[in-house]
């Protein structure tokens, strides 16, 4: 009889909480950025989260029972991308394979950051969640993604003087850049907007009555500012260089809020951390220019008006040094197919009378020399893109949308 009674305590304790659960309101998260956020990293490279005991327990949730990647319940997604104008939808329950598109309606076989993010927001919230994601490659803040509070674009005086060198139309020149300002903006609050307005259609079984919650957004963009020097022509001055670029995230966090009403959503700013923590051992050539922006983009998050509602997480702490170590020797094999090539001075070929056989031969052994078995084994399990795409390492990309999670969990309980 006891038995009995806890078998149907266990049904109706069940029943409860779901029931409770189809009651609760729908929570919206929306995730929007350039190819970081899109994601790069290839399913392939899911097993070499389980080398590492610290994160292998999350890819026992990245995973079904069988071994395929997991299809989250409760969780769905309305994905937004697109290459070249040919921007489409793809939608569903969240799993694999919403990471970078190809065809924005198919499977990539790729993840960014949304996978965890959403698994990690079903942990905190028992009732429905649907994430919007708007993310397309190389595209800034300062054009592509200006919001309407940041006026239009113009040109410094650096660029106009490089413009008239080359011979350009000036107002041509800014009748183009004006066309481009925003674009990706009001794409991406045009989007929401189509999503909530049927619900519905992507999210089936949506509660009406229970209604809907936007409960966060985050931010994962900035190479195509960081690099941009015409825009921020003096990228090495700390404090000035991209100044612009803190003022112009902070305009876009009032302007999203004000446009999706939503005025005090938690908002996580992914700082770039492409090339890990910056300390001694950073590349000299790129050490001022990327603290300078770091410091540039994490900004808006200081500021008396977002105190509690804005925060910041650093990216550069989830950049895999292992494989970067692995990723620079090739870097140094690449080099020297070159060098010999380019009959390089100082380099093996300098005098230019090896043959191509030699070259190959030569490269063949210092490939062997650099590269050790080992370091294409872990390279081949754990990258599969360049160090601007944060190695297209799965790891990666599933701890920066566990810490986006997390973030807005903190908050919302503040």
């Known amino acids: 009889m006891n038995r ?118 079903s942990k905190a919230y028992d009732g429905p969640i649907l994430i919007i994601k ?44 004006t066309a481009k300002t925003g674009h990706y903006y009001r794409l991406m609050i045009k989007h929401v907007k189509h999503v909530l307005s049927d619900i519905k259609r992507v999210v089936p079984d949506y509660d009406a009555k229970a209604g809907y919650e936007i409960a ?45 009403d939503a005025p005090k959503m938690p908002f996580v700013i992914g700082v770039l951390g492409v090339g890990g923590v910056i300390g001694d051992d950073y590349s000299p050539r790129y050490k001022t220019t990327h603290a300078n922006f770091r410091t540039a983009m994490a900004a808006p998050a200081k500021l008396p008006e977002f105190k509690g509602n804005v925060t910041t997480v650093r990216t550069a702490l989830y950049w895999d040094k292992p494989l970067a170590e692995i990723e620079a020797k090739r870097g140094k094999v690449k080099a020297m197919s070159r060098a010999l090539r380019m009959k390089s001075k100082g380099q093996p070929n300098e005098d230019g009378k090896m043959t191509p056989a030699q070259q190959r031969e030569y490269l063949k052994k210092y490939s062997a020399k650099m590269v050790t078995p080992k370091d294409e084994a872990m390279w081949k399990s754990g990258a599969s893109n360049g160090g601007y795409h944060y190695l297209g390492c799965a790891k990666t990309m599933a701890l920066i949308g566990k810490a986006f999670a997390e973030a807005i969990v903190k908050m919302d309980k503040k």
Not at 165 to 170: H, L, P, S, T
Not at 241 to 251: C, R
């Open 134 to 177: 708007t993310a397309w490659g190389g595209k800034s803040l300062n054009t592509d993604f200006r919001s309407p509070s940041s006026g239009p674009y113009k040109f410094s005086e650096k660029k106009l003087e490089t413009l008239k060198a080359r011979g350009k139309d000036i107002k041509q020149a800014q009748a183009d850049k």
């Open 4 to 121: 009995m009674m806890t078998i149907v305590m266990a049904i109706l304790m069940a029943f409860c909480s779901n029931a409770i659960a189809a009651g609760k309101p729908l929570k919206i998260y929306i995730l929007a950025g350039q190819s970081n956020m899109e994601g790069h990293a290839k399913v392939e490279t899911f097993d070499y989260i389980g080398d590492d005991p610290a994160t292998a327990p999350m890819l026992k949730e990245m995973r079904a029972p069988d071994g395929k990647p997991r299809v989250c319940e409760k969780v769905w997604i309305s994905y937004l991308t697109g290459a070249k104008g040919a921007d489409g939808e793809g939608f569903g329950k969240l799993t694999a394979g919403y990471g970078s598109r190809k065809n924005p309606k198919e499977d990539g076989g790729k993840i960014g950051p949304e996978l965890t993010f959403g698994i990690t927001m």
């Open 216 to 260: 966060g957004f985050a931010w994962f963009q900035g190479w195509n500012d960081m690099v941009d020097s015409g825009t921020y022509p003096n990228r090495g001055e700390p404090g000035v260089g991209y100044a612009m670029y803190g003022k112009w995230m902070a305009n876009f966090i009032r302007d999203v809020r004000k446009d999706l």
